[in-house]
């Protein structure tokens, strides 16, 4: 399975946006389901927002109403758009990308860093006041 590759990071003010690319394998990437997670330094990774092989949408409560994911097939990339960043929004962003079997098979929920074993190498998002 080819790595997913993250792009769009930056550093932007409070209340700024950006837009997270997340370029995946062609060959699956119609039926992969795509998350975005976030970390930052000495806390365990964190769900964001993930769209499943029905392109049902799942967003953690914490970016609800600001940020938005989008898949388009014919790019074969995922899309974070984050509005009204807020300095907690600081972290390190990782793309994951793989099967609905996969992510399923852990009955730990899309959102949850175990559920994936396909990652990024990640994109720093700075939100400053």
């Known amino acids: 399975r080819v790595q997913p590759v993250e792009s769009g990071g930056g550093s932007v003010q409070a209340g700024g946006s950006l837009r997270l690319s997340c370029t995946a394998s062609r060959d699956t990437f119609n039926t992969d389901c795509v998350a975005w997670f976030r970390q930052r330094p000495g806390e365990e990774r964190e769900g964001v927002a993930a769209i499943d092989n029905f392109r049902l949408k799942h967003y953690a409560d914490s970016v609800k109403g600001r940020f938005s994911i989008s898949k388009d097939n014919a790019k074969a990339t995922v899309y974070l758009q984050m509005d009204n960043l807020k300095p907690e929004d600081t972290a390190m962003y990782y793309c994951?990308?793989?099967?609905?079997?996969?992510?399923?098979?852990?009955?730990?929920?899309?959102?949850?860093?175990?559920?994936?074993?396909?990652w990024g190498q990640g994109t720093q998002v700075t939100v400053s006041t």
């Open positions: 994951a990308a793989d099967s609905m079997t996969q992510v399923a098979s852990s009955n730990l929920g899309v959102l949850n860093h175990r559920s994936w074993l396909n």
